[in-house]
């Protein structure tokens, strides 16, 4: 990787970039430019929020600050679905797994450490991306009482949005996935007589749904637990679709409510292919228009904000500050 320094001249960036020096705006370049940059992705789960923060980290040298209230506590990985570390490809994730799965995290806790993260990304010339389901917690940092975060920095936000038929069906085949991994063994290792289910990691979906299934477990014959458990899963597969529901409803609260600028970009086509035209589909609906949509905002250029709900134009080429590309 190589980092340029800002102070080249524009006419010497338009050079580098084969660009008409026309479209680099003088701003960027300035000193006195006062904001750094956040790229902050939202969707409802399943959806394919981690996927696109490591297509877009590795584009622009990112490091990805997880905003999902669940995935931040440590265990648990089938049941809340974290990214792998085969799948992160070396982009260092924040807020992963760090916390006591038996503490409670709040929202202001959330606020405390993304804004730690965010000052220590951008301290080493790296784009922060801030991604996960917790919509509750990226208001609570970016509309904080004092606007101190959106006084340091300005916002992107990218929405990879899903018909809800076709994610339900897909949510349904993901927990059928998690169960053939190991997910009610995994739950069963946490299992307490009397836990909380309020607090910690327990209030994942996909661990109180079994409470009943494993207090019953050692007194039932095969064919009673075999109908238990498919009760407990089909639980499972209820409350994650409405999960799913509230999240894309509070999306569309902050942009109709509080006016935010969300980037939609449709995903739906990509869910309802396969393999390699499902891997096409991505690239061409999801990952292709959201380098682009980064790539204008990184230098300032002025988009209309239409929402992306299909095949993106063809592309011009991509102006983006050398400090943020890899080399």
Known sequence: MMSV???LCKDTMS????IPSGLLKSDFFSPRRHKEKVVILMGATGTGKSRLSIDLATQFRGEVINSDKI???EGLDIVT??????????VPHHLLGVINPNADFTATDFVN????????????SQLPIIAGGSNSFIEALVDDQ???FRSKYECCFLWVDVAMPVLHQYVSDRVDEMIETGMVDEVRSFFESNANYSKGIRRAIGVPEFDRYFRAEPFLDKRSRAELLQEAIQE???????????QRQKINRLRNKKNWKIHRVNATEVFSRCGKEADEAWEELVAGPSREIVAQFLCDISSSGALLTGPAPAPAPAIVPLEFLVV
Do not use: F, P, W, Y
């Open 15 to 18: 050079a580098l970039l084969d």
């Open 5 to 7: 320094s800002l102070s």
């Open 71 to 73: 995935q931040v506590h």
């Open 113 to 124: 450490m993304a804004s730690q993260a965010t000052d220590s990304i951008v301290s080493r």
């Open 236 to 246: 499972v597969k209820r409350n994650t679709c409405r999960l799913a529901c509230r």
């Open 146 to 148: 004092h606007l101190r």
């Open 81 to 90: 679905n974290k990214i792998t570390e085969d799948e992160r490809c070396g």
